[in-house]
């Protein structure tokens, strides 16, 4: 099944039964505009709000009918619907605590469910969202476009809310910078050096994977981030990162 089919499709179930409008998110909107779009293995879809539950049921009740799909409900309140090589997940909607109070001193008053959930993501280079005919693409922080641009890392919110407020985000930096061959802001390297526990809100298997991913990604620059950010001793040290740790432990990295 082609994609666009697949999204076409969707957009008639989510019409269907009356959900708010679907929006892609996350990694796939970040690729598209920097028309990397080819290798996309995985799609995140939000609403904004409650009816992406819904959506993502119907969903999996339509193409069960047709597909070979499976489908997952996580215990973070999000969902995926595996078809093919595809995985498509559906948000959980996740807001960070006091979200309206931390919109009101960026200015946004009485911020829409999609605002809450769009600064609740990890980075802004995360946070843009495109519609379904993957042709527009927005960008609500008003920053993502300019950090994509810059290659730069930067949290939606202050790091010593966006990094602790869900797992995995510390490493998350790191794999992405990786990744993308990205820079990680200032800001985010000064939260995690003076509170480099903050990377232990995620699992050591969690760690372990996108520490690995990372190395395969960007060496170099992983062991710069990692060094940077003084997290030698705070990480699972893996068969892959062993060498690297053993090179540079207790090294530290000027700024």
């Given at each position: 099944m082609?994609?666009?089919?697949?999204?076409?499709?969707?957009?008639?179930?989510?019409?269907?039964?009356?959900?708010?409008?679907?929006?892609?998110?996350?990694g796939?909107?970040?690729?598209?505009?920097?028309?990397?779009?080819?290798?996309?293995?995985?799609?995140?879809?939000?609403?904004?709000?409650?009816?992406?539950?819904?959506?993502?049921q119907?969903?999996?009740?339509?193409?069960s009918?047709?597909?070979?799909?499976?489908?997952?409900?996580?215990?973070?309140?999000?969902?995926?619907?595996?078809?093919?090589?595809?995985?498509?997940?559906?948000?959980?909607?996740?807001?960070?605590?006091?979200?309206?109070?931390?919109?009101?001193?960026k200015?946004?008053?009485?911020?829409?469910?999609?605002?809450?959930?769009?600064f609740s993501?990890?980075?802004?280079?995360?946070?843009?969202?495109?519609?379904?005919?993957l042709?527009?693409?927005?960008?609500?922080?008003?920053?993502?476009?300019?950090?994509?641009?810059?290659?730069?890392?930067?949290?939606?919110?202050?790091?010593?809310?966006?990094?602790?407020?869900?797992?995995?985000?510390?490493?998350?930096?790191?794999?992405?910078?990786?990744?993308?061959?990205?820079?990680?802001?200032?800001?985010?390297i000064?939260?995690?050096?003076?509170?480099?526990?903050?990377?232990?809100?995620?699992?050591?298997?969690?760690?372990?994977?996108?520490?690995d991913?990372?190395?395969k990604?960007?060496?170099?620059?992983?062991?710069?981030?990692?060094?940077?950010?003084?997290?030698?001793?705070?990480i699972?040290?893996?068969?892959?990162?062993?060498?690297?740790?053993?090179?540079?432990?207790?090294?530290?990295?000027?700024k």
């Amino acid at each position: 099944m082609k994609l666009k089919d697949l999204l076409t499709e969707i957009k008639e179930i989510q019409e269907k039964i009356g959900a708010s409008e679907v929006m892609i998110c996350g990694g796939a909107a970040r690729d598209k505009f920097l028309n990397n779009f080819s290798k996309l293995s995985d799609i995140d879809l939000t609403t904004g709000d409650k009816s992406i539950q819904y959506l993502s049921q119907e969903t999996y009740n339509v193409l069960s009918k047709k597909y070979n799909v499976s489908k997952k409900n996580m215990i973070d309140g999000h969902s995926s619907i595996y078809i093919g090589n595809l995985k498509i997940d559906f948000s959980s909607n996740f807001n960070v605590i006091n979200i309206d109070k931390l919109l009101l001193l960026k200015k946004i008053n009485n911020p829409t469910n999609m605002q809450k959930e769009i600064f609740s993501r990890d980075f802004t280079c995360n946070a843009l969202l495109m519609d379904l005919n993957l042709k527009n693409i927005i960008d609500i922080t008003n920053n993502g476009f300019k950090d994509i641009k810059d290659k730069k890392i930067k949290t939606c919110l202050p790091p010593e809310i966006t990094l602790v407020s869900n797992k995995n985000r510390v490493i998350r930096s790191i794999y992405l910078a990786a990744k993308l061959d990205f820079d990680i802001d200032d800001s985010i390297i000064d939260f995690v050096n003076k509170n480099p526990n903050s990377i232990k809100i995620s699992s050591n298997k969690s760690l372990a994977e996108k520490l690995d991913l990372s190395l395969k990604y960007d060496a170099d620059k992983t062991v710069y981030y990692l060094n940077k950010m003084n997290l030698w001793n705070y990480i699972p040290i893996t068969e892959i990162a062993y060498p690297f740790y053993m090179k540079y432990k207790g090294k530290s990295v000027k700024k």
